[in-house]
């Protein structure tokens, strides 16, 4: 019914910079939040930001002032601008998306993930 499509991933040098995208689409009323999450090999999924309905932010004390989330109401789409990036940010990045759909229920959705790799 809903799908998140990401784009933007790949390979960086460190301090470079990346945009990712998600797009939703499908049966949608309003979608309450969206957020990025990570898993790199070895470690726990972490969340890495989130942005509610109202503009509210959170990130992870490890990418505070080096990511930014961002979200297009109309366009059902949230972005994570990564800068000054580093080996470390190395990782799989799953969108996700808490969604109201036309009967008051609520549902969580996944993206596929995307690559991120982070290397000199």
């Known amino acids: 019914q809903v799908q998140l499509v990401e784009s933007g991933g790949g390979l960086v040098q460190p301090g470079k910079s990346l945009r990712l995208s998600c797009a939703a689409s499908?049966?949608?009323?309003?979608?309450?939040?969206m957020g990025w999450y990570r898993q790199a090999p070895g470690k726990q999924r972490e969340l890495v930001a989130t942005?509610?309905?109202?503009?509210?932010?959170n990130f992870a004390d490890s990418v505070k002032g080096r990511f930014t989330i961002s979200r297009d109401t109309a366009k059902n789409t949230v972005y994570l601008q990564m800068n000054s990036l580093k080996p470390e940010d190395t990782a799989v990045y799953y969108c996700?998306?808490?969604?109201?759909?036309?009967?008051?229920?609520?549902?969580?959705?996944w993206g596929q993930g995307t690559q991120v790799t982070v290397s000199s």
């Open positions: 996700n998306a808490d969604v109201e759909d036309f009967l008051g229920g609520l549902y969580a959705y």
């Open positions: 942005i509610i309905s109202g503009g509210s932010t």
């Open positions: 499908g049966r949608i009323f309003s979608i309450k939040a």
